[in-house]
């Protein structure tokens, strides 16, 4: 018990060690974002990345998986709040992180409700 109690501890720590130095990644990032000239979204990313939104007016990108099916932690994503890092690996590393990988996994298992259940090796007649 107490074995599971210390993993869970240095697991903590080790998540918001992550954390923090997300956090320094992006601060570095916003301060190059600032310097360097403007991109723009690239309308093929559409189809590439079936998840984003690209909001024309606030010129942000959105995740809709993740706004739709992330929980209050996972909604702390720059692909919740609009991400305006036009990069083609921000992207990347989105559809690669747990967050998106979290939330589809809740987008598949509710399409699973809507879709007949499947014969599973049984027999069906
Ligand atoms: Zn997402």
Known sequence: MWRVIKDDLEFQLQERWIHYN?????????KYDATRRSRNFVQNWKFEFEWVY????????????????????????RFVSGNTNFKRLALVRHQRSQVHRRCETRRIADLGLCIPAAADGATTA
């Not at 956090?23 to 990032?29: G, H, I, P």
């Not at 706004?67 to 909604?75: L, V, W």
């Open 54 to 77: 690209y909001d024309t007016k606030l010129k942000v990108m959105t995740c809709t998986t993740c706004i739709k099916y992330g929980t209050e932690e996972d909604k702390k994503s």
């Open 22 to 30: 997300n956090e320094q990644q992006r601060e570095r990032y916003r």
